[in-house]
């Protein structure tokens, strides 16, 4: 008759308890510690892309109706002008302070906070009129053709003018002419409603909400034809 138990059944006893548990919860610990360091990664490279690269702007008014509605999200690149200045047709958005809002002043704006958007119509050293005998805008005597992003039924212009923009600096509209505030606002301040170029924040690129109107912002046509036209001109200028 056996007295004891078999060698083999003392030595099965089982693990003293939640020795299972220890390298379960340091894989969870693991785990978490992964995750935190991807966020942490990846709220600094936002960051870097946000104040280096590209930045979404909301769009609080109709100053640039149709082109850009009241509500649209959009990305601006910040880089495109680090090796260049804005050309004419650029949507952009810049810091007013100084051009449409007094400098040390807090503003409303029409992007976000101190900040607008408008259209380049003209930039350093060209003259811009309005309206020729056809209420068409010109850029040094060569009309531009608006058809293509003026807000339908507005005019290019409902006050006449005609400026000469300074080096450094340019000349902006909004699309919906009738509700915008813009450089013709600004002719007799301070600065004459010209924008410095080292205030301007980026090129709108993109529109990305809502989703039902995500699309590319693209320069008009119009502005390569006017550019072309100004060529001509400086050429035949240059012959004569």
Partial sequence: METQEAPEDRDCSSEPEGSEARPRSSAVRGVLRDVALL?????VVLFLVN????QPFGIPSGSMEGTLRI???VIVDKAVYR???PQRGDVVVFDGRGSFIDDGASGSG???GD?????VIGVGGDTVTCCDSKGRLSVDGVPLDESGYLYPGDAPSQVPFSIKVPAGRLFVLGDHRSDSSDSRDHLGDPGGGFVP???VIGRVDWVVLPVGHWRSVDRPAAFATLASELRKGAGHGQQG
């Fill in 197 to 199: 170029v080292d205030k």
């Fill in 71 to 73: 509500g649209d999200r």
């Fill in 115 to 119: 900040d607008f958007v408008k259209r």
């Fill in 51 to 54: 104040m280096f690269v590209a």
């Fill in 83 to 85: 090796f260049g200045s």
């Fill in 39 to 43: 966020a942490v990664v990846c709220a």
């Fill in 110 to 112: 029409d992007a976000n």
